[in-house]
């Protein structure tokens, strides 16, 4: 292998190659701590034209390459699998540029190794703002985000991120460049790389740059931490809200199991209390006018007051991001106490008609018991995600065919907004027919005839591997 790894120095440059297994772990293993593979070495490309010369050689050798960001994907999709061909990492972290915000258009290219919160920061700079954020912004990349088509707590208002992809430049597996960044609003010719790319994982090409969509900044917000007596309560408080309150920016749901571990991670009393089988939903509100009125007629109006059984309000931005931070550090909660367990949570990123929410989170509750572990359920209300995170599981197999089986009998996805990775592949048969699947491999194998793109991902037949560790 020092020969190939020499190939690859001299593409990107000695010191763009790590072949050190130290210094390769980090690649190699995902934050969780859950998947974790070897590669040959990280590839560290610089430009576009190294993408295309990595890959051309992977694809005349063989060698599966697995391209990753901020390595902050909870799936398997961004780390080596055991087993198989010999794989590289390609970290696109280098792709760090972001150009000039074009407040006509409203947009701006951006590096795939840009993080989410880089990416805000210099929106923001420039009066404007990102319609997608979440938790992990500070190390999570727009390659990332878009292979993932993300979502986080802005959709309700502005959609997921294949929304927000105007443009895009990606390399394919022969090493030929794909895609424009011209941004146009409005053209029809044919296919639509965006589209193609976003939520494909790494398997059809490796996005190198951007052109994404910028929405206004809004100075003034409020955020309201609202208790109801259940679920089903929460939704249609939801629905009276989404009606009357145009400010309306995320509406999160956190149950009370959830509540319980960010209470005790914090070290900090919840200002709202719930009943025991409730739940919790975070209104926040942002616009040009204080949203604050807005907010609070709304939870007070007729049909509204009867569903609110608590509820605290914050204005200025360090009580809102003290309230906030009973959401947004939720998944730090979790990891926190999986740590001191001695065993990685096992995640389950699912959608549900919002209808039927109460049904998945019974289903979840039972399966969790009969496992023995414990079960952290929140997430996004309006899109019916719920991130159901189980503590100390011990039958991975049992509790995904359960709770995914149920998922799809309610109409749902077993994937809302995490990707599908190598964690939920054999699962994919529940909410895609053979028709679909062949016509997603065939599309792979003509775009990639050689396979070498993040292989296992996304893909539905057994594994050429022994010793993978999930689902
Ligand atoms: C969130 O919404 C993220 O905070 C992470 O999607 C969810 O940790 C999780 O399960
Ligand atoms: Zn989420």
């Not at 190699?28 to 590839?43: I, L, N, P, S």
């Not at 009969?370 to 509790?399: C, K």
Request: with cysteine; aromatic share 4%.
């Amino acid at each position: 292998m020092t020969a190939v790894v020499d190939t690859f120095r001299s593409i990107v440059g000695a010191d763009h190659v790590l072949a050190d297994p130290d210094v390769c772990r980090g690649h190699e293993t995902d934050w969780t701590g859950r998947f974790q593979g070897t590669a040959t070495a990280v590839v560290r490309p610089g430009s576009t034209e190294e993408v295309g010369a990595v890959l051309a050689r992977c694809t005349a050798l063989g060698i599966s390459v697995i391209a990753q960001g901020g390595n902050t994907g909870l799936v398997g999709g961004g780390v080596p699998r055991p087993g198989g061909r010999p794989c590289i990492v390609l970290s696109m972290l280098r792709f760090a540029d972001l150009g000039a915000v074009d407040t006509q258009s409203m947009q701006v290219t951006a590096g795939a190794g840009v993080t989410l919160a880089a990416w805000r920061d210099h929106a923001r700079r420039a009066g404007t703002d990102t319609p997608v954020d979440f938790a992990a912004r500070d190390s999570a990349t727009i390659g990332g985000a878009i292979a993932t088509n993300a979502g986080g707590s802005r959709v309700l208002r502005y959609g997921t991120m294949r929304r927000q992809v105007a443009g895009i430049e990606a390399v394919l597996a022969s090493g030929e460049t794909v895609g424009s960044l011209a941004g146009l609003p409005k053209e029809t010719a044919g296919l639509h790389w965006p589209s193609l790319l976003c939520g494909s994982e790494g398997t059809l090409a490796v996005v190198t740059r951007a052109r994404l969509r910028l929405v206004p900044l809004f100075e003034q917000a409020t955020t309201a931490l609202v208790a109801t007596r259940s679920i089903t309560d929460a939704v249609a408080l939801l629905a009276l809200v989404r009606d009357s309150v145009t400010s309306l920016d995320a509406a999160e749901v956190v149950m009370p199991a959830a509540m319980e571990i960010i209470v005790g991670h914090l070290g900090r009393r919840c200002p709202v209390e719930a009943p025991s089988a409730g739940c919790f939903v975070m209104f926040d509100c942002t616009d040009r006018f204080d949203p604050t009125d807005q907010l609070t007629a709304a939870l007070a109006a007729d049909g509204a007051r009867p569903l609110v059984v608590d509820a605290a309000v914050a204005t200025d931005a360090t009580q809102r991001s003290r309230l906030l931070d009973f959401r947004d550090r939720i998944t730090e909660a979790i990891a926190s106490a999986a740590t001191s367990l001695g065993t990685p949570p096992f995640k389950l990123d699912v959608a549900a008609p919002l209808a039927t929410l109460d049904d998945l989170i019974d289903t979840a509750s039972r399966v969790a018991d009969h496992d023995g572990a414990r079960l952290i359920p929140f997430g996004h209300l309006a899109e019916g995600n719920l991130h159901l995170n189980f503590l100390g599981a011990t039958d991975h197999v049992a509790i995904a065919a359960a709770v995914l089986g149920r998922v799809a009998e309610l109409g749902g996805t077993i994937s809302a907004e995490h990707g599908i990775g190598i964690a939920k592949a054999p699962w994919l048969h529940l909410i895609r027919t053979p028709a679909d699947l062949a016509a997603q491999a065939a599309v792979r194998k003509a775009l990639d005839p050689a396979g070498i793109l993040n292989p296992g991902v996304l893909d539905p037949s057994p594994p050429d591997t022994s010793g993978t560790q999930e689902p």
